[in-house]
């Protein structure tokens, strides 16, 4: 290969670099969006991260096993406190998009000069496919929604780990003077022990990262025969770095699965049968979106999608099927024949495993495709290449169709880029263009009350909840509106609103609501309702199971509740609430609000054992930093201030 050569790829590279940069630099400005502000927002909980104890308790009491650490370190990197400098963020997510795109790059390289390409082939190939990666608009809701710097940082130790997993493989067959000096099991050994090492770093950045292990068995299926036989004990380091992760991983998937099968139906409102058939059409729409994009159709909001019970009586679902079929089929036919076309499309459904049959998980996001659609687009850009080669005036055809392609995507992704750096342009959209999505109307009301526009909140907010009439988020949210439009009191819709309680999906924007409208209520500057009816409210909820069935949720029932209580002056009720939602989840907030309510009713002994609590529980927890956390030394001061106030009162 001349040097000539690989000049005039690395300026091909860069140009597709520079290419990126320039239709995601709009959308650097946008908007933090959905749960964005539920992850990120921690950070403030303990007054910044100021401290070593104040990130280990943001990095580690994230919920869920592991709870994804690295990946909100690396928010940490780019500000200590919320709001997070938007622009750092999600510029800092691009710059991971162009190294995952590198890395992209030199692993399907790899991959095909093992597959007895021309290294002049290999790097073709391996440009086009990084080059339609890394322009694809698919991607803006991965790049743009700052915390799925999640899939990015876990798609980049996939490709890491499998990258280094073929190159230490494969130095073992090549014939120069590092080979010649260790043998073959150095480099054998070193490629399972850096696969389970990118195993373990990517799922501190997400779980999915998993799927390393069943994508290195898919690279051993089809790397050239004999690449492992240097290696000795080869059953023993198939089992340790093959077979064992899997074997295990599908125990403890089986085990969690069968502990939450109930919980998870009653969270989400489909049952595990609805969710597979589902999923059948949900990968079959993210074929569509991958190989044939177009101007609409895109979005982060995806809660209305339909859920399908009958398989039979789904049309969509059985064609759906079909072309799975097809396309799996065609990759086990042709797998001998056309072996970079098979990897493609068995990458791409391995990869989409986890979160296919995952069944706790939502239906749809886009950004479950980052890694997989790297498999579908090396299995379709190969296709083309053998279609091509079947036909006259090649480089005319590769010329046009290139041009066609990037010049597609470079127009799509600007313009989406642009549409997500506009708050209130995006938001309008996806209201208008999704009227039946919950959190898609949310996500505009929000925005137009927040700009002051009460009218069109109040709009919007009457018409998503009669398009929705189950969702309690809406029917909270049109309340709060007509709170601040001094609108009189609706009874009708407040009695509508304790009914639609006992059977409302959960949504933590319900909280969120209600704890507003508690305030206000409590103030006396809401006409709409008042603290009775909001007691309705929670009566209604205590009845609906979608609100308790997980540990997690009945704590925060039990913690709002208390502050209703609170509002309403019944200090009995108010710590029996708090006490309750600390049984469920050990959370020091709610030893804080406790000892703060009980020195507010002059209760001062009580008061400090909960400070005493509340200082016992710091030290036990992550680190034996002699640093103290804000929220305990402001509830310190707190009591003490309500100390003199009672001394001098009596």
Not at 391 to 397: C, E, F, G, Q, S
Request: charged share 20%.
């Amino acid at each position: 290969m001349t040097s000539r050569h690989q000049i005039t790829i690395s300026l091909l590279l860069l140009s597709v670099l520079i290419m990126a940069v320039f239709v995601y630099w709009p959308g650097l400005e946008g908007p933090y969006l959905f749960d964005d502000r539920s992850n990120l927002e921690p950070i403030n909980n303990y007054g910044g991260i100021d401290n070593v104890e104040a990130l280990e308790r943001f990095i580690l009491e994230a919920p869920g096993f592991p709870g994804r650490p690295l990946s909100l370190l690396s928010f940490v990197i780019n500000d200590q406190y919320w709001p997070l400098d938007v622009f750092r963020v999600k510029f800092t997510n691009l710059m991971l998009h162009l190294l995952v795109g590198l890395i992209g790059f030199l692993f399907v390289r790899k991959l095909l000069v093992l597959l007895d390409f021309s290294r002049v082939s290999a790097n073709y190939v391996s440009l086009v496919v990084v080059a339609i990666f890394l322009l694809h608009p698919l991607n803006v809701s991965t790049v743009l929604y700052a915390i799925q710097r999640m899939a990015q940082l876990s798609a980049l130790s996939v490709l890491v780990g499998l990258y280094l997993f073929v190159s230490f493989l494969s130095i073992s067959k090549r014939e120069n003077d590092l080979a010649r000096e260790l043998p073959a099991c150095i480099y054998g050994w070193c490629a399972g022990l850096l696969l389970a090492l990118f195993s373990v770093i990517g799922i501190l950045f997400k779980e999915n990262a998993f799927l390393i292990f069943p994508l290195a068995w898919l690279l051993m299926y089809f790397l050239p025969k004999g690449i492992a036989d240097g290696i000795p004990y080869r059953s023993v380091w198939k089992s340790i770095f093959l077979f064992a992760p899997v074997a295990m991983f599908l125990c403890y998937f089986v085990y969690y699965v069968a502990g939450n099968l109930e919980a998870t139906a009653t969270y989400r409102g489909y049952t595990a049968s609805e969710r597979t058939i589902t999923q059948i059409g949900v990968v079959f729409d993210y074929i569509k979106q991958i190989a044939s994009p177009s101007p609409r159709g895109w979005g982060l909001y995806y809660d209305d999608y339909p859920i399908v019970s009958d398989f039979l009586a789904s049309a969509k679902s059985i064609f759906a099927l079909g072309i799975h079929v097809l396309l799996i089929g065609s990759a086990v036919f042709l797998a001998k024949r056309f072996p970079v076309y098979a990897f493609g499309i068995f990458f791409f459904y391995i990869a989409h495993s986890l979160e296919v049959i995952h069944i706790s998980l939502e239906l749809y996001f886009e950004h479950r495709n980052y890694l997989p659609m790297l498999g579908l687009i090396l299995a379709i850009v190969e296709l083309a290449r053998r279609s091509i080669d079947l036909v006259r005036n090649r480089a005319i055809i590769i010329m046009m169709l290139l041009f066609s392609v990037i010049s597609l995507e470079v127009l799509l992704t600007y313009q989406r880029a642009s549409l997500w750096g506009d708050s209130g342009y995006l938001a309008k959209v996806w209201a208008d263009e999704n009227p039946t999505s919950s959190r898609s109307q949310a996500e505009y009301i929000s925005y137009a009350f927040s700009e002051g526009d009460l009218e069109a909140s109040l709009e919007y907010s009457v018409r998503a909840s009669t398009n929705i009439p189950n969702d309690l988020s809406l029917k909270l949210t049109r309340l709060l509106v007509s709170c601040f439009m001094e609108l009189p009191r609706d009874s009708e819709l407040i009695d509508g609103i304790s009914t639609i309680a006992k059977t409302s999906v959960f949504e933590n924007a319900s909280y969120i609501r209600l704890e507003y409208l508690i305030e206000l209520a409590r103030d006396g500057s809401c006409e709409t309702i008042n603290l009775d009816d909001i007691e309705l409210v929670f009566d209604g909820l205590a009845l609906n199971e979608r609100f308790h069935s997980r540990d997690s949720l009945i704590s925060l029932f039990y913690y709002y509740r208390s502050m209703l209580y609170e509002a309403k002056r019944d200090l009995s009720q108010t710590i029996e609430s708090i006490d309750k939602a600390y049984s469920y989840e050990n959370n020091l907030l709610y030893l804080a609000k406790k000892a703060s309510w009980l020195a507010s009713a002059g209760l001062m002994e009580e008061a400090w054992k909960v400070q005493s609590e509340l200082e016992a529980n710091h030290r036990t927890h992550f680190v034996s930093s002699d640093s103290e956390l804000p929220i305990i030394r402001n509830t310190r001061m707190e009591l003490k201030a309500y100390e003199a106030y009672w001394s001098s009162s009596r």
